[in-house]
């Protein structure tokens, strides 16, 4: 996982030199207006595969993002699933009763769509399992105060790039 987050991570290099690649492409349309006919097809033809390469850079930047956020949500929801789960919520531990409430909740994490808000106070939770610890950032959304953003800080893209939404009251006291 970690080498495909650094892949992942730094495919946006990538997409801003193809970005760059795309502006050149947009200079040779511009160039071949001026050109005689045999120049003029050079000129479309590679402004043709600068224009092309940039639209698929920018589209596998954002299928490898959905792909490694879907693989992290599926990571932490078969960490939900297991027994003798300890969860730490702001470097306190909650009593058995509420983890068990939590953890229920946090199975809930699902794609929402919001209304162009962003999430504000953090929370953070460790989810302790025998081989494993993941560390989730809960970003309470800037308008529905029961609507939490889930980021898991153990890898770069799902650090900034939430997993999904999760809508509960359980993390009031937070």
Known sequence: MKVFDFF????????????????????????AR??????????????TIL??????????????????KAITKNKVLSALDKNNITLVINNKMPDLAEQEQIISELKKVQNIETNH??????????????DNIINL???????EKDLFWVFVNDYKVTSSN????????????Y
Request: proline share 1%.
């Open 8 to 31: 992942v991570l730094h495919w946006a290099f990538v997409t801003f030199i193809s970005f760059i690649g795309g502006i050149m492409g947009g200079l040779c349309i511009s160039k």
């Open 34 to 47: 001026n050109c005689e006919d045999y120049a003029k097809k050079q000129y479309y033809r590679l402004a």
């Open 51 to 68: 224009l092309s390469q940039m639209f698929l850079v920018f589209f596998l930047l954002f299928i490898l993002t959905s792909v490694f």
């Open 117 to 130: 808000s962003g999430p504000q106070k953090r929370i953070k939770v460790e989810i302790i399992t025998t």
């Open 137 to 143: 950032e809960l970003g309470q959304d800037s308008n």
């Open 162 to 173: 939430e997993i999904g939404l999760l809508r509960t009251s359980a993390l009031d006291k």
